[in-house]
């Protein structure tokens, strides 16, 4: 069964970071390209960093460019996404997907699938 389950997300001090981890089951996720996505009730989710599944080339975006880290760890079949000197906008709900297409700079958000369930990101003092 494909699976993707998001970890990491908790209550975090403005200027602090995370380690999120989406964890695939079910499948390899070389062979696919994963992003990390965010929504805040109310919003559009928005994509924050993807990794193409080939040759691994990354895209940030700019509210998370400088401060972000995506990587991907292919013996734990795990994506993970750090984010440094966290702001309050960066709170909310974190999900990753997958997508076929590379490279994932050039995918839409209708191109990922598998979503898993999601991790809360809250950043408040």
């Known amino acids: 069964q494909v699976q993707l389950v998001e970890s990491g997300g908790g209550l975090v001090q403005p200027g602090g970071s995370l380690r999120l981890s989406c964890a695939a089951s079910g499948f390899n996720l070389t062979w696919w390209s994963i992003g990390w996505f965010r929504q805040v009730p109310g919003k559009e989710r928005e994509e924050v960093s993807c990794?193409?599944?080939?040759?691994?080339?990354?895209y940030y975006a700019d509210s998370v460019k400088g401060r972000s880290t995506i990587s991907r760890d292919t013996p734990k079949n795990t994506v993970y996404l750090q984010i440094l000197n966290l702001k309050s906008d960066d709170t909310a709900v974190y999900y990753c997907a997958r997508a076929f297409g590379q490279p994932c700079s050039g995918l839409l958000e209708r191109d990922f699938g598998s979503w898993g369930q999601g991790t809360q990101v809250t950043v408040s003092s």
């Open positions: 990794i193409s599944k080939s040759d691994g080339t990354t």
